[in-house]
């Protein structure tokens, strides 16, 4: 990955971008097939080849912490590397060149989320109890938020319960989607906790509460099958699970925020995540129209292969450049709400058309388990669904200049 200093970034972004793009660069892409082996199976695997990969991945982590660079979305005082806004944006555009190198610098969705969260909003007692143990390792995590009967694109819809009972929470509900759910030790659950008329104040209806996955009435009814495999994004039924009410996260009725938090940095996250994979795409297109041999001459002689490298090449620039933009004015403090609802339509669509040109340029090989494209292929296409569908997004956008076209002599401020 080519990545030189931005000159109008700070000193420690590129620094940042520098130390992350060596790590991936010697460490990870050298080795990339053979770090996530043993996980994903395979036939001729022998019991070398899966300690070997537990090794590399064992050994990138240490220099990972060397580089001061280990859980960089925690604060320094947690065992981050204490990162802010910017600074993160811009390496998780770096780490996504690598399949799966996020994890080996102790980003792993959800934990990483509910990690933040917790700093946030746990009290004392969570954190010890909780947070530190997620941080080292030595517990796992999911956040469980959607329902099957109710739409997730509607958060404010959710049914499951959390009813008080002197010292307790009774929690009743079906959630699905919970990822990383079959190895969590605890979940984040989303729950209505206050009934509200009318539809007055309906985000403060909700609250997050902690759930040990081991409490009684915690059933994990599947492991639900995505894009044709089997996931550890599951189906669960809280029936009547108590837990003590000391398990709430934050104030009784702060749900909704909390989970607005969660999204409003994530979806930039994202958007940088996806940055970095079609960035990957782009690389992989190129240099395979540069040695690939086809009736008589090399793709980069054809021109429909010309059109996909410019048209990806535009893709990729306006991407970045609109979230760049974005992470810009959020770190600014500015009110970047438009943005981040136009962020989160335009660049899974833009990385989805990036990867699929890069899939038609490698033929065959570009839908093998060779390369990194299909898996890309299919996260574009889930993107567009998952953090808000992009309906959700684009009536989001309509409103909100619809509402500063309304105010008598306020056009849309382009310039800012
Ligand atoms: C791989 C994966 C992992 C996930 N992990 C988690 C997790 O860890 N925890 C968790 O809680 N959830 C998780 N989810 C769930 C995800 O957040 C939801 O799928 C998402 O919020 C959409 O909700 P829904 O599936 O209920 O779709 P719905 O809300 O039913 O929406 C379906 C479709 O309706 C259309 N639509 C919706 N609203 C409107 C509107 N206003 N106008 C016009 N059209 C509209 C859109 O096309 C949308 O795609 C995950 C999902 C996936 C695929």
């Known amino acids: ?11 420690r972004v590129n620094e940042i971008r520098k130390l992350t793009a060596e790590i991936v660069n010697r460490e990870i892409l050298p080795h ?21 990969a537990k090794r590399l991945r064992a050994n990138i982590s240490n220099k990972v912490r060397q580089a001061g660079l280990w859980a960089p979305h925690l604060p320094t005082e ?33 934990n990483s989320g509910n990690g933040s969260v917790l700093v946030k909003y746990g009290t004392d007692e969570q954190k010890e109890k909780w947070l530190m143990p997620l941080i080292d390792g030595t517990l796992q995590s999911g956040f469980s938020m959607t329902e099957p009967d109710q739409p997730g694109s509607d958060p ?6 959390a009813r008080r009972e002197g010292d307790e929470w009774v929690i009743n509900g079906h959630k699905w989607f919970t990822s990383n759910g079959l190895r969590a030790d605890f979940f984040i659950v989303m729950c209505r906790t206050e009934e509200v008329d009318g539809g007055a104040d309906r985000n403060s209806a909700m609250t997050q509460i902690i759930v040990p996955a081991d409490t009684p009435g915690v059933n994990i009814v599947r492991g639900i099958t995505v894009w044709g495999r ?38 930039v996250y994202h958007c940088m995540n996806s940055l970095g994979q079609m960035w ?23 021109q ?7 048209d990806s090449y535009i893709d990729m620039q306006a991407a970045r450049l609109m979230t760049i933009n974005c992470a810009e004015k959020m770190a600014a403090g ?34 093998s388990g060779d390369l990194p494209l299909s898996g890309m292929y299919q996260g574009a296409r889930t993107l567009r669904l998952a953090d808000g569908p992009d309906e959700v997004h684009r009536i989001l956008m309509a409103k909100n200049v619809l509402a500063q076209y309304r105010k008598l002599d306020k056009g849309w401020d382009f310039g800012n």
């Open 1 to 11: 990955m080519n990545v030189q200093p931005i000159p109008t970034v700070s000193d």
């Open 32 to 52: 990339e097939n053979m770090i996530w082996a043993d996980v994903r199976g395979g036939h001729n695997l022998t019991d070398d080849d899966r300690a070997e």
């Open 78 to 110: 947690y065992g981050g590397a204490g990162l802010d806004f910017l600074e993160l944006a811009y390496m998780y555009e770096v780490l996504a060149y690598a399949t799966g190198a996020s994890s080996l610098f102790g980003v792993v969705a959800p």
């Open 156 to 161: 404010r819809s959710l049914r499951t319960t």
């Open 230 to 267: 089997p996931s550890d994004h599951v189906e669960i039924i809280y029936d009547d699970v108590r837990v003590p009410v000391d398990n709430a996260l934050g104030e009784r009725g702060t749900g909704h925020q909390a989970a607005q938090d969660r999204l409003g940095a994530g979806r």
């Open 280 to 302: 990957r795409a782009f690389d992989l297109m190129v240099e395979r129209s540069l040695t690939r041999e086809v009736n008589g001459g090399l793709l980069e002689t054809k």
């Open 304 to 310: 429909f292969i010309q059109g996909f490298i410019a």
């Open 334 to 367: 500015q009110d970047a709400r438009t943005d981040i609802s136009a962020i989160k339509v335009f660049v899974p669509a833009a990385f989805h058309r990036v990867v699929d040109r890069a899939i038609q340029v490698w033929g065959a090989a570009g839908v």
